[in-house]
């Protein structure tokens, strides 16, 4: 079976199912009345190589933020939380007033 023909299908039938599944964390998040004090950012997206320097990232994504400093303190818990190795759960979480006991 050539799977490079269904390649394109199959990459946009993912991108839809990741929008399907945004959707529903927003129905979700309405359901338990929490939008006014939820903060949050999501990126999910396949990258795709243009050229041998370029590539182009095709993306689902969303956001609740109520301000700029909002999405700051996000990115920089990303940037603080990466690791290129496995992540260790009680760095993640320090901080954060959340106990795993």
């Avoid at 929008?19 to 990258?47: P, T």
């Avoid at 760095?91 to 106990?99: P, R, T």
């Amino acid at each position: 079976m050539d799977l490079d023909k269904y390649k394109d299908m199959g990459r946009e039938g993912f991108l839809f199912e990741i929008q399907k599944i945004a959707l529903e964390i927003e129905a979700l998040i309405d359901e338990y009345g929490v939008r006014d004090e939820l903060m949050s950012l999501m990126i999910i997206g396949l990258i795709d190589e243009v050229d041998e320097d370029n590539h182009q990232l095709k993306a689902i994504y969303g956001y609740n933020l109520r301000s700029r400093d909002e999405l700051d303190e996000l990115c920089t818990f990303a940037q603080e939380s990466y690791k290129d190795d496995d992540p260790d759960i009680d760095d993640l979480i320090k901080g954060l007033g959340i106990s795993l006991n």
